[in-house]
């Protein structure tokens, strides 16, 4: 049970380049979110996804395209990367069900945009 | 617009000096407050979910309490290994998690 993963840890960027991070999560979990993690700054949400077939924009959506691409997969696209884009980015997936509502997340992928 | 503001920033104690950390929030209709453990270069670890005005939960050393402004994590008697950066979330509309900037906690033996 790997939980969730993301690929790639690391990547290094050119301003314009595009690039899709990889998530996959083996838990069967509905609910998948994507996040960025800036110094001082909390977790913000991008986008998530309650359920396969949807997905909704979170606090910082703007960059930024995603794919629920079945259960298990949720990926996150910078089409046109920015200084700005620089962070560590987060995937998570989510179990709610009477008194448990807890996210687990995956270990992070390091972005620097050049 | 929800906020969530934690404080303080950092905390250094002794092993064996019981402290807190605040977790003050705003939110439009409270949906949870969550608490994380982040280890450096780690994703955040689920530690509690927490629903209602006095309600609280433990887990070990930690024990989580909230009101309808604040949550408090407590620590008691702290060891080394509880050094680590503690998250705070709160979640009001389905599409809005927020986090605090979190309180980065040592642990000196």
């Known amino acids: 049970n790997a939980g969730v993963t993301q690929t790639p840890k690391f990547q290094v960027l050119k301003t314009g380049q595009s690039m899709t991070l990889q998530c996959a999560q083996d838990m069967n979990h509905n609910s998948m979110y994507w996040y960025r993690q800036d110094p001082g700054m909390g977790l913000r949400l991008i986008y998530y996804s309650a359920s396969e077939g949807t997905t909704d924009k979170g606090e910082v959506p703007n960059g930024y395209n995603v794919s629920r691409l079945n259960k298990r997969e949720f990926s996150l696209r910078l089409e046109s990367a920015a200084p700005s884009q620089t962070s560590v980015y987060f995937c998570?997936?989510?179990?709610?069900?009477?008194?448990?509502?807890?996210?687990?997340f995956g270990p992070g992928t390091r972005l620097t945009v050049l | 617009e929800d906020q969530v503001t934690q404080s303080p920033e950092a905390l250094r104690l002794q092993e064996g000096e019981s402290s807190s950390l605040n977790c003050s929030y705003t939110?439009?209709?409270?949906?949870?407050l969550f608490w994380y453990r982040q280890d450096p270069g780690k994703g955040p670890e689920f530690l509690f979910t927490?629903?209602?005005a006095g309600e609280e939960k433990e887990k070990e050393r930690l024990k989580a309490t909230l009101t309808k402004k604040e949550s408090f994590l407590h620590i008691t008697a702290p060891k080394p290994e509880d050094s680590a950066t503690y998250l705070c979330a709160v979640q009001g509309s389905p599409n809005d998690m927020r986090f605090g900037a979190g309180t980065r906690l040592t642990v000196k033996p």
């Open positions: 927490l629903y209602s």
């Open positions: 939110v439009s209709g409270l949906r949870g």
């Open positions: 998570a997936s989510r179990v709610r069900g009477g008194s448990t509502d807890t996210q687990y």
